[in-house]
């Protein structure tokens, strides 16, 4: 496990704090640029529902007038805090756990890097556990941001963060909070195992030509691994908009296969890929932002080892000068 330069808190709390860093340093990552992001990202899952309800397709220019002109430019920023709550829930814990996992067997094997295949196997599980954790703050958000595009009298019009995951426990049961779960934890296995793994490895494979740690190579890293996270869990991301916009007063599909059929049936496999451009400019530069800041964190923390003991004065060389005097 990596040691990190907590001299800012008591000695005696260093020991207990440095296991979660790896945590608190993914969700401060996550959220920063979920902040950034949030607009692009609100017009990703906007086109996703007009394709899915309109049988159509809309550019994102377009969309971004429909929005601009009907709901006005503090609706790009609606259901921040349930994608601020999400990062801190799913962000939080896979690259805290990503990173964790992964210091702790770099550490067992006395080696600076780990195989790709362990790489792989340890995005894929850290994305299924994170897709979990942060799937109820997930289908807040999504609800929220779609619930502008139906009809006035099937509107929920959802407050906030909290209000929405009150009415949907209280409307739909506490279990509908992880409704198009298994889509989402695909999707986060997905982009996980396109995102973590290939970071690394690209870090790896760009040491040989770039200086290690700069800037340029952690920012061509990521975005190696921003273009695999897109490409990997798009489809599955469109599926999971698909099922979680859903709500108990009309159901659309009978199930996730249903949802992949008719989709599929009525576009192609074009459907899934409907948003590719938005989803691209939504993803790749907050994986992009997100692995750079971690990187960015952990470096600063990292500057020098922290003493968890302080070492005692030495007594010795004191007397000396004492007799000397």
């Known amino acids: 496990m990596s040691d990190y330069n ?13 296991p979660y860093v790896p945590f608190v340093l993914g969700g401060l990552s996550g959220c920063t640029s979920t902040m950034i992001i949030q607009p692009i990202d609100m017009v990703k899952v906007r086109i996703q529902v007009y394709a899915a309800t309109q049988r159509g397709s809309v550019s994102p220019f377009t969309m971004i007038s429909m929005i601009f002109k009907n709901e006005g430019m503090l609706s790009f920023y609606k259901g921040l805090d349930a994608a601020c709550a999400r990062q801190l829930l799913y962000t939080t814990t896979r690259l805290g756990l990503f990173r964790s996992l992964s210091d702790h067997i770099k550490a067992k094997n006395n080696t600076k ?6 790489k792989c196997c340890l995005s894929m599980f850290c994305g299924a556990v994170g897709a979990m954790v942060g799937n109820p703050a997930d289908l807040a958000l999504v609800r929220m941001q779609s619930d502008a595009t139906v009809t006035a009298d099937q509107r929920k019009n959802y407050t906030s963060l909290f209000n929405t995951i009150y009415r949907i426990i209280k409307e739909e049961g506490i279990l509908n909070l992880w409704r198009g779960s298994l889509p989402t934890v695909v ?15 690209s870090k790896e494979v760009l040491a040989k030509y770039i200086k290690e740690g700069t800037l340029l190579h952690t920012c061509l890293s990521s975005a190696v691994a921003g273009f695999f996270a897109v ?3 798009l489809p599955f991301d469109y599926v999971k908009t698909c099922m979680q916009k859903q709500n108990q007063r009309g159901t659309a599909y009978k199930g996730i296969m249903d949802c992949i059929i008719r989709n599929y049936s009525e576009g192609g496999i074009l459907r899934f890929y409907s948003s590719y451009a938005t989803y691209y400019v939504r993803v790749a ?3 992009m932002l997100t692995l750079i800041l971690m990187d960015t964190f952990t470096k600063f923390l990292k500057k020098s080892k922290p003493t968890l003991i302080p070492k005692p004065p030495p007594k010795v060389e004191a007397k000396v000068e004492q007799v000397a005097e």
Do not use: C, E, W
């Not at 907590?6 to 440095?18: H, I, M, S």
């Open 187 to 201: 999707r986060a296995v997905s982009l996980n195992l396109g995102m973590l793994s290939s970071f690394d490895q």
């Open 6 to 18: 907590l001299t800012f808190l008591p000695p005696k709390a260093r020991k207990y704090v440095n």
């Open 231 to 233: 490409t990997f869990s």
């Open 285 to 287: 530069p907050h994986a």
């Open 113 to 118: 890097t780990i195989p790709f295949y362990q």
